[in-house]
Each structure stands twice: as C-alpha cells, then as structure tokens.
C-alpha cells in the first residue's frame, strides 16, 4: 500500500511538473513572426466550429474584448494587443507573477471556408472570438 502512495505522489509530482514546463513555454517572450515588430507571448488558443461558426477561445484573463484586435489574413486568424496589471495594482508588492503580462501575438490557421464578420467578446476570463460563416 505505502509503494502506491509513493507511486501516485511521484506521478502526480511528475504531471505537475510536465505542467508546469508548458506553461513556462507558453510564456516564453519571443518573436512571434514576421508581422511582429515587438516581442510577443502566445496565448493558447482553442478552435471550435459548428454548423455557421467558428470559434476560437483564447485565453486572456484580464484583457477586455475592445482593448484585444482579431483579424483574418492569409486563411489565419491573429489575435494581438497587451495585458496589462490593472492599474490598482500596479503599486502592489509581487509575491508571485505567472499570468504574462505585456504584448501577445497569436496566429493560428482557420479551417478552409469564407467568413463575414469577426467579434470579440469575454466569457470567464477568455477573449471568445466568432467568426461567422459566409
């Protein structure tokens, strides 16, 4: 019994581990293409498609919808703009600081279809974008 516990403790420990290592990755500040002109974090991004839309849930906790741009170019979808602390607190003392802050670029490819107009919204602290299909 003591050797399964010390087995579940150590994969648990390992699954952290492994989550923790992406979220680094995804917070990584690098050159986010040639369109970029600064450096840039990825948020991650999920793509869903119904019968007359594609979705796409990008997570950014903090950005409001207007301050966030999605376009469509070249058959992608880019999502820019900065996350910022809010200014209350901006003064504060950091104990911890995961979530990234400054400039996100992100370009995903878009399944192969014609679309008519873009919104953004915010749904539980993701930027929810529609496409609506033409």
Partial sequence: MARDVARDWMWSEACEVLARAERMHRELFRPAGSQARA???????????????VLALVALPGVDADSAQAVI?????VIAGTRVLPEQLRTAVIHRLELPQGRFYRRVRLPAGRYSTVRRATVAGCLLITLQKA
């Avoid at 170019?73 to 979808?77: A, H, M, N, Y």
Wanted: hydrophobic share 30%; net charge negative; no cysteine.
């Fill in 73 to 77: 170019e070249d058959g992608d979808l």
């Fill in 39 to 53: 450096p840039a974090w990825e948020p991650p991004v999920d793509i869903l498609e119904t019968e007359h839309e």
